[in-house]
T-cell receptor
Framework: GQNIDQPTEMTATEGAIVQINCTYQ??????LFWYQQHAGEAPTFLSY??LDGLEEKGRFSSFLSRSKGYSYLLLKELQMKDSASYLC??????????WGAGTKLIIKP | SQTIHQWPATLVQPVGSPLSLECTVE??????LYWYRQAAGRGLQLLFY??????ISSEVPQNLSASRPQDRQFILSSKKLLLSDSGFYLC????????????FGEGSRLTVL
């Protein structure tokens, strides 16, 4: 079957760094997405990885290892506004997205 | 630029009542459109997707239906709502020239009582 696993909740301190992990099992693979979702709002696109390695975009970076079925989202210099849920989604061979349940990130001052 | 809108944003409906959620996309033609449901603490569940007018694929058997009467309009309906239909409904279109990422509407919060 197809499955995405990510931690349910994480807590970090303002100004610190946090890494949110995601493992996936899909029928075929056409890329890994990360989305940010604030409470009560729609998800917004953060990053896309299809090749192994690290993609950096400002304070946010995303890493992919296809051989391990593993990705992480790295958030640096955490700000209070980064408190949100972070959704991992893998695209299968039919170009459909398989979604994780999301990781709720709580930032403390 | 492309935009996507869905409405209503919030609704409270009694069990057994009908439902109609509407979604429209502007600034693009022949988009791939999606309806998702998000239950509290759970991942996004794909309900329907459409690659063109009148073309609907259903992913999960349930008492919901979808229609695409126009190229940029996607409607989610039910004749009789169940308690289990409560959730956050999201319409999306596939954009992203290089990555094909999804762009979501604002979401519709449905509470069935």
């Amino acid at each position: 079957g197809q499955n995405i696993d990510q931690p349910t909740e994480m807590t970090a301190t303002e100004g610190a760094i946090v890494q949110i992990n995601c493992t996936y099992q899909t029928s075929g693979f056409n890329g890994l997405f990360w989305y940010q979702q604030h409470a009560g709002e729609a998800p917004t696109f953060l990053s896309y990885n299809v090749l192994d390695g690290l993609e950096e975009k400002g304070r946010f970076s995303s890493f992919l290892s296809r051989s391990k079925g593993y990705s992480y989202l790295l958030l640096k210099e955490l700000q209070m506004k980064d408190s949100a849920s972070y959704l991992c989604a893998a695209m299968d061979s039919n170009y459909q997205l398989i979604w994780g349940a999301g990781t709720k990130l709580i930032i403390k001052p | 630029s492309q935009t996507i809108h869905q409405w209503p944003a919030t609704l409270v409906q009694p069990v057994g009542s009908p439902l109609s959620l509407e979604c429209t996309v502007e600034g693009t033609s022949n988009p791939n459109l999606y309806w998702y449901r998000q239950a509290a603490g759970r991942g996004l569940q794909l309900l329907f997707y459409s690659v063109g007018i009148g073309q609907i694929s259903s992913e999960v058997p349930q008492n919901l239906s979808a229609s695409r009467p126009q190229d940029r309009q996607f409607i989610l309906s039910s004749k009789k709502l169940l308690l289990s239909d409560s959730g956050f409904y999201l319409c999306a279109w596939r954009g992203g020239r290089d990555t094909g990422e999804l762009f979501f509407g604002e979401g519709s919060r449905l509470t069935v009582l």
